[in-house]
């Protein structure tokens, strides 16, 4: 904004993207590649349930369980490249570190206090407050842990060792439920804010 | 639902579930048509974007891609880890397409394991002659495709050991098995060499019982459940992808673990 105002208000195009190419482009890769995992995730949940429910059938993709399968075994690849390439360039770029970093937990307390009171300022969406920080954070580790303990599920031989880490093979289903359900709980609150506060879906389609 | 004759020592609840989870819905033909197949992309783009048979072949091809891609990962060396005998599932599940008052019986008697193709010697094995063949056991976990698990103990003889016997080609690239009611599935030949690899006989130490596959299967810990053949009859040694029951159906057809 400094910067904006220095130049003066005729060079927009020269403004720096709030998110740069490389953000937008994975994000909407990863927003395709997780709905198809999670929606055939919960198809071949219903296969053997690990608790009393099901998913309706409606919402979930693949038809049936062999479907569901082939889904979820070629969208995973997107899914791990893609976030591959997301986190290595959050990292190198010091994206993470500037935008994520550092969280404070009372900055967390106060945020989550003036947000539930519709006191958050969404004036500088180019800066995350502590909450979103926390979120996006957390997100990102429940990305980590999904890809892994799906690996451990799908390989329980050939990758016993990350199995292993994950507390043997049965258990890693629950850890690999519990990561969607935490993906599925963050996409909740991101889809509605993003609808609620506009400009922010702007920013992730035009850089914004 | 009606009432289905159990067995005693097989859990009911996995009895009913398993042969109705696997199947396809029998009014669809192609299990990615209709605009529920589509699902959460169909809710997304708000319509159908994708023809069903164009995604279903891309599907496909990814899904051989996949073949590769374990066949690369897979150690011929490595082995599944095994579990002391405390560890055992009882009941060990039933798990098959049809009940178990529906599963082959196959007479031991009269039984002759065929042998076919690349091999040097085609004679039939009767199960007297399968059952003097050195015995190994293991105590392994069995994945089912579905998700669950369950821990047995298998007791048989390599199938490299055997393949070796009868002087089969082992640069072939797959083993096929043929089974009583029709079942088969194909195998890539480093899976058969696995040390682990076992043309079993017995479940627990005792004859197989006819619900685990009497009077032969082949156990792999390497494999999800459904590429390990119950009530096997013939085997052949073959340089061609012979497919299999529920691979043809498009299950994975590595489908290894």
């Known amino acids: 904004m400094s910067a904006e105002t220095a130049v003066g208000g005729g060079q927009i195009a020269a403004r720096a993207a709030i998110h740069p190419v490389w953000v937008r482009v994975t994000h909407w890769i990863n927003a395709i590649a997780i709905l198809v995992m999670i929606g055939s995730g919960w198809q071949i949940y219903n296969a053997a349930p690990l608790f009393p429910f099901n998913f309706p059938k409606s919402i979930a993709l693949g038809n049936w369980l062999a479907g569901a399968l082939l889904w979820h075994f070629a969208a995973m690849w997107l899914l791990a490249i893609n976030g591959l390439v997301y986190v290595t360039l959050g990292i190198v770029s010091g994206r993470f570190r500037r935008k994520l970093l550092p969280i404070s937990p009372a900055q967390v307390l106060a945020d989550a206090k003036a947000a539930l009171s519709f006191k958050l300022s969404h004036e500088d969406i180019s800066r995350y407050n502590a909450v979103q920080k926390l979120l996006y954070v957390g997100v990102i580790l429940a990305g980590i842990v999904i890809v892994l303990s799906g690996l451990a599920i799908w390989k329980p031989v050939q990758l016993q060792e990350l199995t292993a880490l994950f507390g043997g093979y049965d258990f890693a289903r629950y850890v690999h439920f519990f990561a969607m359900a935490a993906i599925v709980g963050f996409l909740v609150v991101h889809v509605a804010l993003a609808l609620i506060v506009p400009k922010s879906l702007r920013a992730m389609l035009t850089g914004h | ?257």
């Open chain 2, 1 to 257: 639902m009606r009432q289905r004759r159990i067995i005693p020592g097989v859990d009911p609840k996995l009895l009913i579930k398993d042969a109705a989870s696997l199947m396809p819905d029998a009014s669809r033909r192609g299990f990615l048509r209709g605009a529920a197949s589509l699902g959460a992309l169909t809710l997304l783009t708000g319509c159908d974007i994708i023809d069903g048979d164009t995604a279903e072949g891309v599907l496909r091809k990814i899904s051989a891609f996949n073949d590769g891609a374990q066949a690369a990962l897979f150690s011929p060396t490595k082995l599944a880890p095994t579990f002391p005998e405390s560890a055992i599932t009882r009941p060990f599940p039933f798990n098959a397409y049809y009940d178990e008052d529906e599963a082959p019986e196959v007479d031991g008697a009269t039984y002759k394991l065929e042998v076919a193709g690349l091999v040097d010697n085609k004679k039939p094995w009767t199960l007297a002659e399968l059952h003097a063949l050195p015995e190994v056991s293991q105590i392994t976990r069995h994945v089912c495709v579905e998700g669950w698990s369950a821990i047995g103990s298998w007791q048989g003889t390599p199938l490299s050991e055997f393949l070796t016997r009868i002087g089969a080609d082992t640069r072939a690239k797959y083993v096929w098995f043929k089974c009583a009611e029709g079942y088969s599935n194909t195998i890539d030949m480093p899976t058969a060499l696995h040390p682990q690899t076992q043309m079993t006989f017995k479940y627990d130490h005792k004859i197989l019982p006819r619900a685990y596959g009497f009077p032969m299967k082949i156990r792999m810990p390497t494999k999800l459940g459904f590429k390990n053949p119950k009530y096997v009859v013939a085997m052949e040694v073959t340089n061609t992808d012979r497919g299999g029951y529920w691979e043809n159906q498009g299950y994975n057809w590595f489908s290894g673990l």
